[in-house]
Each structure stands twice: as structure tokens, then as C-alpha cells.
């Protein structure tokens, strides 16, 4: 997150004025709407997301707002209409970008930094952006993470105030997105404002300030990615791998955990009113915080359905997205606590909560917040 506040700019505007500002914008091409009355505005500073299903109209949006394609509506950025912009202080990494194949990383941005009046020096932009030790291959030679990265480098070589980034990471594996996550993290850092539009809502949710989301072209809910959730991301969910997915189960654990005869102390309360529901391999209890994890194991146990694994989250960005754009709800491999019944499966992601959990059909363990609960017999 940006929590730095950006020098005064020298050309007369303020910084606090927007930087972007998007007003009633729409594009048509041909029958199809691409944007439809979209609103925008981002701060000095911001690291902005942008994020909406395909052809939601970002990347017209996008395209708005670089001047590279005409739109009705208002659209200012720096405080002047885009094509009257000073391209010395704008970068853009377009999402389709194909340089000439046959010149170095090195070439690429040596060259691209040949179109500025000023430019930065060419050995510490491949090092932001991790390509100092790939930089004398043709461009064609590269993989697809290091072509990205180069085209990353390019975009950033005229040390921009403002850079617009469509999706950045894609095509990049693991240690490449983080690469670019924390260049992103360091020219925000510095006070450059950054546009990103991404479909990674774990890259949205780390990295921006605010985000907005697009649907059918419009802007249907914009903020900072913990009030989107608070507001649209749904409660905490306890997902249950089922050993057999039958028919029956959700009623049966509904009842049990309904029951509250769970625990021979009478422990049974799972901390707020819970729903469940089914899921594709068995089952998610909403609802559930962290210390009624024990109580739904105790549930499984009374209404005879053995788990294979449980896995505990909280809502997050994609939560909202999901909500949001109407999609089906896809269970998470990221989502928190990741239990299977072997001991050997844990792989704790961004949980708060860890936990390692028994079969219950075997009668196994529950560890739940450092205490060993019985798992129960099935
Ligand atoms: N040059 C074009 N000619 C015709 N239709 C276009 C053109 N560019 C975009 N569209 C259409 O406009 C709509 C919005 O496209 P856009 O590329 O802005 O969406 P997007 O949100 O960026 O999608 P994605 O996530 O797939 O990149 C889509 O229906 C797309 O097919």
C-alpha cells in the first residue's frame, strides 16, 4: 500500500488534484457497448485497480485514457486532456505489446529511452524489474515472464509520474509477479500514481489503494479493497472436503450444528449464525469464525459424515469480485488454513487461523487454536 505523500508537482497542478478523471465515459464499436457511462478518478499517489470480467471494458477504459482511442465524456489526466499530456511523465505497458524481436532487453530499453528527453539509466531499469542477468538475449529468445518483464522495463525507463499497467503479470510465474509486485510496491513508494488492471485479485487486494470494479462497461462498485469486502465480500467460510459427497450430508451437518449437541460441555456455539451450503467435493459452513471450527468437527461427528480436509478464510477481493460479477463461486486453493486428513497437507496461505484437523471417520485429532480436540468417531 501507498502511504506516501508525493512531492508538489512543478506544472501548475495541485497534488491534490486527480490525476485521472473519467466523467459519463462511453465507446461503442459497432452493436457493442465497451464502456457505458464509466466514471473514474484517481488520486496523486494512488495504485489504482481496475478489475471486471473480459470484456468488461478496462481496457477501452484504459485506452480512454492514454488518448489511444476516442471516447464520449470527460476524461482529464494530469489535468489536461490525454492527448495534450506530456508523454515525458506517463508510462503505459498496453496488454498486447510486441516489440521488435530481434534486439536485446538491454537494446529494448535503451532504445525506448531514446524516444524521452530524459531517460533513466538503462542497467538499474532492467535490475527494478529483474532482468539484468537475461538482458543481452534477443527479446524473441525470452520467455514469456521475461518478455513481460522487459516490456515492464520499457514503460518504466522514462521514470514516470503516472503508469498505466494492463495486466502487468500475466503469462509470469511466481517469483516474477512478486518481482513486479514489489517494483510496484517501490515506485508507489517514490510517489508514482499507477493504473493496474489485473484478473489477480490477490495482486489487486496487496497492491492498491483503491480499486473499481468494471461490469458491462460501467463502474458498479469502487473503494478501498477492505471496505469492498466489508461491504461486498460475504462472511468468514469453513469448507469441508467430504470423504463421499452424498446427498443428505448438508441437511444432516445443518441439523447437527442446529442441535447443539455437539459437545458433551454443551460448547456448540460456532460464534455467529452459520449457513451451510453445498459445495462441489461436500460442503461450506458460512459464518464460522476460527474458534467454532472444533464445534462444526463435533457436528460432522454427530451427523456421521467423515471429512477428508477443512480449509478456513475469510472473504477476500474475490469474494467480491465473485458477488459482484455474478460469477460462479470457484473454491480457493489460496483461501487460509489447507488441511487434509494425511497430516502431511497443511500449507497455511494468508490465514489468520492454522490448524491441523483428523479424519473424523478415523477417529482423529483436531488441533484448533493450539487445543487437541476429540475429532470424534463417525
Ligand atoms: N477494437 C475493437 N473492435 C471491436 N470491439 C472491441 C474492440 N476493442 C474492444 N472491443 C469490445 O469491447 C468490449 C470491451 O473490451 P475490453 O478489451 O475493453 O475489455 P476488457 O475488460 O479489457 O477485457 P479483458 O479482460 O478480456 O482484457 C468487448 O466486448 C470487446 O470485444
Excluded at 48 to 69: E, M, S, Y
Excluded at 96 to 102: H, I, L, V
Excluded at 260 to 279: F, I, K, L, Q
Excluded at 363 to 373: A, R
Aim: with cysteine.
Amino acid at each position: 500500500m501507498n502511504e506516501t505523500v508525493p512531492s508538489e508537482p512543478t506544472d501548475g497542478t495541485n497534488a491534490t488534484d486527480p490525476v485521472l478523471v473519467a466523467e459519463a465515459v462511453r465507446k461503442s464499436y459497432g452493436d457493442v457497448v465497451a464502456l457505458d457511462g464509466a466514471d473514474l478518478r484517481v488520486d496523486t499517489g494512488e495504485v489504482f485497480g481496475l478489475i471486471g470480467p473480459n470484456g468488461a471494458g478496462k481496457t477501452t477504459l484504459v485506452r480512454a485514457l492514454t488518448g489511444t482511442t476516442e471516447v464520449e465524456g470527460g476524461v482529464h489526466v494530469l489535468g489536461v486532456p490525454p492527448r495534450e499530456v506530456d508523454p515525458q511523465r506517463v508510462g503505459l505497458l498496453p496488454q498486447s505489446f510486441d516489440p521488435p524481436a530481434r534486439l536485446t532487453a538491454r537494446e529494448l530499453v535503451d532504445y525506448y529511452g531514446g524516444l524521452y528527453d530524459s531517460a533513466r539509466d538503462t542497467e538499474g531499469v532492467l535490475r527494478d524489474v529483474g532482468m539484468a542477468a537475461d538482458a543481452d538475449a534477443w527479446y524473441e529468445t525470452l520467455s514469456g515472464g521475461q518478455k513481460r518483464r522487459t516490456c515492464v522495463a520499457t514503460a518504466i525507463v522514462n521514470d514516470p509520474d503516472l503508469l498505466f499497467l494492463d495486466e502487468p503479470t500475466t503469462g509470469i510465474d511466481p517469483a516474477g509477479r512478486r518481482s513486479i509486485h514489489r517494483l510496484v510496491e517501490r515506485l508507489a513508494a517514490d510517489g508514482t500514481t499507477v493504473l493496474l488492471t489485473s484478473h489477480a485479485m490477490d495482486e489487486v487486494e496487496r497492491l492498491a489503494d483503491r480499486v473499481a470494479l468494471l461490469r458491462d462497461g460501467d463502474v458498479v462498485a469502487s473503494g478501498a479493497p477492505d471496505d469492498l469486502i466489508a461491504a461486498h465480500g460475504g462472511r468468514p467460510r469453513l469448507s469441508v472436503t467430504l470423504a463421499d459427497p452424498a446427498a443428505g450430508s448438508v441437511d444432516a451437518v445443518a441439523g447437527a450444528l442446529e442441535a447443539g449437541t455437539t459437545d458433551p460441555d454443551g460448547s456448540t456455539n460456532v460464534g455467529t449464525r452459520v449457513d451451510v451450503e453445498p459445495t462441489e467435493n461436500g460442503l461450506r459452513v458460512l459464518g464460522v469464525r476460527p474458534e467454532g471450527i472444533g464445534a462444526v468437527v463435533d457436528a460432522l461427528a454427530d451427523a456421521g459424515v467423515a471429512f477428508e480436509s477443512l480449509s478456513w478464510s475469510e472473504p477476500t477481493l474475490e469474494d467480491v469480485y465473485l458477488e459482484l460479477t455474478g460469477e460462479e463461486y470457484s473454491p480457493r486453493g489460496d483461501g487460509g488454513l489447507v488441511t487434509d486428513s494425511s497430516g502431511n497437507g497443511t500449507q497455511p496461505a494468508d490465514a489468520s487461523t492454522v490448524a491441523e484437523v483428523g479424519d473424523v471417520a478415523d477417529g482423529g485429532d483436531v488441533v484448533d487454536g493450539g487445543d487437541v480436540v476429540d475429532g470424534g468417531d463417525a
